[in-house]
């Protein structure tokens, strides 16, 4: 059978991004046939590969599926002090992880999945992949800010400006944003650099999918052409 390197069956498996398997492989957590292995082990499905002792198991069917996040649930499957992890908080059939996280005090739309090329494709910023909030703050939004945020705004903490992006007044404390970046909590810090503090944020849509009519805790799998469409967006750019 041929093989293929450690990093990318791994990712195959569902269990982490390529990224995260190197970081696993050089911690000196993972054995191949019961020998701690090193960058660049080349596998195969007959081979025995164990991550922190627990056996890693063949490569599944690939699955995606939207969850919609509650608020209070932190996207994180190590962090011992977080109070709700979400791969706690999600039993799904199969063995999954997240593409793309979202903060502890926003909810919404959150694909997982055990492709690990789709998890890599989706975390690379530069791609661009469009993600769409709905964002309440603490005062009522002006004309001005709402074409400061789409301009693009200086983050003096983190020494950089946002790209530009599409926003849309939906309500007296309320309105849309479409990102293509991702910077940690980019849009509670954005309003902060313009005087407003953001009470709530939802995210709506990730590339093509949508969070639909899905309630907080809920989750459905994505099939057909929806996606067809996300992988067509994700693994060809």
Do not use: W
């Amino acid at each position: 059978m041929e093989k293929e390197r450690l990093n990318k069956y791994m990712a195959s498996c569902g269990i982490c991004s390529r990224r995260d398997a190197d970081r696993l492989i050089e911690e000196g957590r993972v054995t191949v046939n019961g020998i701690t292995t090193v960058m660049g082990t080349r596998v195969s499905d007959h081979d025995r590969i164990e991550v922190n002792g627990k056996l890693l198991h063949g490569k599944n069917e690939k699955v995606v599926f939207a969850y919609y996040k509650p608020v209070g649930v932190t996207c994180t499957e190590r962090d011992k002090y977080a109070d709700k992890k979400i791969s706690d908080m999600v039993k799904f059939p199969v063995r999954v992880t997240y593409a793309g996280r979202l903060d502890k005090d926003s909810e919404g739309l959150i694909l997982l999945t055990n492709d690990g090329d789709l998890i890599d494709a989706m975390m690379r910023g530069r791609a661009g992949h469009e993600k769409e909030y709905i964002v309440k703050v603490n005062k009522e939004i002006t004309n001005e800010f709402l074409h400061d945020m789409a301009s693009g705004v200086y983050l003096k903490e983190l020494n950089l400006s946002t790209k530009p992006c599409k926003t849309e007044k939906i309500g007296k404390f309320t309105f849309k944003i479409v990102l293509t970046q991702g910077v940690n909590r980019q849009i509670r810090r954005m309003a902060g650099e313009l005087g407003y503090q953001v009470k709530a944020i939802k995210r709506i849509r990730v590339v093509n999918i949508e969070l639909a009519n899905l309630k907080p805790g809920e989750f459905r799998e994505i099939k057909n052409g929806e996606l067809q469409t996300l992988y067509s967006s994700c693994l060809q750019k």
